[in-house]
């Protein structure tokens, strides 16, 4: 309704400026982020940044496996896997973080050790050292 009176103003500006003036006035609330209230004298809700502890992994290799190759030796769907590094005492798995199944990310260093004929004896998740945008390492070490 005020919309409408304030786009049949005399003065085209005016409905500009009435319309902003409420665009000030209305917050939108983000069940996740607590009460979702911002305006004057309401705290921010801090950042949820996932920060890791663990060293970074190495930058992401040019590789041209294919993606059923990953797929086969890391359960995560193939087309979230940007490339594999199997190797002594850890091996590395890069992958999209936002296309890979969770589950199957979680799933991953059991699968690779168990291939090996070695129990997990460690895994995390970790960012590359270039810092490639959306792409997280997950770095497992198999008991030898």
Known sequence: MLL?????????????????????????????VGTGAVGPGAELAPAQ????NHPLGPAVPGDGQSHAMFQSLTGINGDAVAGVQIGTPRSYVWFDAAAANPQLVAQAPVRMCTARGALVKSSYIT??????????????????
């Open 4 to 32: 409408h009176t304030a786009m049949r103003a005399r003065h085209p500006f005016a409905g500009l400026v009435i319309c902003a003036l409420l665009a000030g006035c209305v917050t939108q609330s983000d069940p996740s």
């Open 49 to 52: 940044v996932s920060s890791s």
């Open 127 to 144: 960012n590359p050292e270039d810092n490639t945008p959306g792409v997280k390492v997950l770095v497992i070490e198999c008991l030898t």
